[in-house]
């Protein structure tokens, strides 16, 4: 692939570069001869998410004590950032690593922990986070999904939709109301082992416009039962805190998602419009593609040391909600303006699936919707004000 000469990212050290190294191999050679294939089936091999994990690429944060490499969210920033770098769109594995696994982390017991992290390093358990439900999206405290204490155990009702990893999760983190009246602070967070429990059903693998390798889908779980143990944190309704606590992490890495998948646009651009001729001349040579392109490069530049700078305050616990809800609100926004531009000077062949253009076209559209819709951040913005 064409190189774009970014600003290389100040946080990036040698052994950060090993992993790039390590993820971008894995990403060419375990993902893309399979990718098609992965988008007709409509998500990932469960091989691949073992490979992954073989590859160093799973619980990059979790300690040593736990079976991780005890690395920090830079690993995890590696690992995203190539994957749409490298056109890998569809692995759940960022969510798995630096959305799902924060929560056993920071939260879980001493037990939890030990039973939990191992499985999630080798893929024995994939893992999917089931906040949205058919009436409650933006709304979260709306969630209607209740857990209900019976002795030992927790008996959950209720139905989810979109949710990541749906098809291939056995491990998955229930957004619940413990105590319905309560409002948010009634909400709590639960791990339910799907392989284990009687009363959890997969609904469809939801037809999307686009992340078509990844698989998103309804969720039902009718009379679950759970033990208390399954409970993340040491009480009940402190889960709305749990998830406002998380969620700045997330955005950052939806931020990633879209700065890799620019850069990706921006290189392919740059080498089609370098072969591609018209009127006898390189499209490259004609004024207006140089200006697109040095306009685009200009943003590119501008989003990856803003993206940059958040990934280090974040390393040094200093990032804010409304900083990282900047990050993910204009980090979105601009890669779909970027690669519908890039695409137009594709001319037809970027409408064409063949063209990656074409499939980063489709793929960046969900990211100003998921992780809190683009309007939700500038909500988050404001209260900063
Ligand atoms: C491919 C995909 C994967 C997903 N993965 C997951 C997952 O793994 N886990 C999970 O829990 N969820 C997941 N989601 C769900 C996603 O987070 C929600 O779709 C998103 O939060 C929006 O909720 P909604 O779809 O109910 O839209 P709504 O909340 O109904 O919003 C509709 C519109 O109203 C706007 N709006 C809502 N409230 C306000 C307000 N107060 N002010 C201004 N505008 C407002 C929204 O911005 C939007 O434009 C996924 C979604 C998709 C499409």
């Given at each position: ?16 570069d ?74 759940g ?16 017991s ?161 080498a ?10 390189k ?23 803003f ?39 594709h ?14 076209y489709?793929?960046?559209r ?20």
């Amino acid at each position: 692939m064409e190189t774009t000469d970014l600003p290389k990212s100040s946080w990036m050290n040698e052994e950060l570069d090993m992993l790039e190294s390590a993820c971008q191999r894995f990403y060419q050679e375990d993902c893309a001869p399979h990718y098609e294939r992965w988008e007709e089936q409509g998500s990932f091999d469960r091989d691949a998410w073992v490979k992954a994990g073989e590859t160093g690429l799973l619980g990059a944060e979790v300690p040593e004590e736990y079976g991780g490499p005890g690395g920090s969210f830079a690993h995890d920033a590696v690992i995203t950032y190539q994957a749409t770098r490298m056109g890998i769109d569809g692995f759940g594995a960022p969510l798995h690593n630096a959305i799902v696994i924060p929560y056993i982390l920071q939260y879980g017991s001493e037990d939890q922990k030990k039973q939990w992290l191992p499985k999630l390093i080798s893929a024995e358990y994939i893992s999917a986070i089931a906040m949205t439900e058919p009436a409650a999206g933006s709304d979260l405290q709306g969630v209607r999904t209740t857990a209900r204490k019976d002795g030992n155990h927790y008996v959950i009702n209720g139905q989810k939709t979109f949710i990541t990893n749906g098809q291939l999760a056995n491990f998955i983190i229930v957004v619940a109301k413990t105590d319905p009246k309560a409002g948010a602070k009634g909400t709590s967070l639960f791990v339910v082992e799907t392989d284990d429990v009687d009363g959890f059903r997969r609904g469809r693998n939801l037809d999307k416009i686009g992340l078509k390798s990844n698989d998103t889908s309804e969720l039902f779980f009718d009379d679950v039962r759970v033990p208390a143990s399954a409970l993340i944190g040491p009480e009940e309704g402190e889960g709305f805190i749990q998830l406002m606590e998380q969620l700045p992490q997330e955005r950052l890495l939806i931020a990633l998602q879209a700065m890799g998948r620019i850069e990706r646009a921006l290189a392919e651009t740059v080498a089609y419009v370098k072969e591609r001729s018209a009127f006898g001349k390189k499209v490259i040579e004609f004024q207006n593609t140089q200006f697109e392109l040095a306009e685009i490069k200009t943003e590119a530049t501008v989003a990856k040391v803003f993206v940059d700078h958040c990934v280090a305050r974040h390393l040094a616990g200093e990032l804010d909600a409304a900083t990282a809800s900047m990050a993910k609100y204009w980090l979105t926004d601009l890669q779909c303006n970027l690669i519908d531009r890039c695409l137009q000077l594709h001319g037809g062949y970027g409408y064409m699936n063949e063209y990656p253009i074409a499939r980063m076209y489709r793929d960046a559209r969900v990211e100003r919707i998921y992780g809190g819709t683009n309007e939700i951040m500038k909500l988050l913005i404001a209260r900063s004000l």
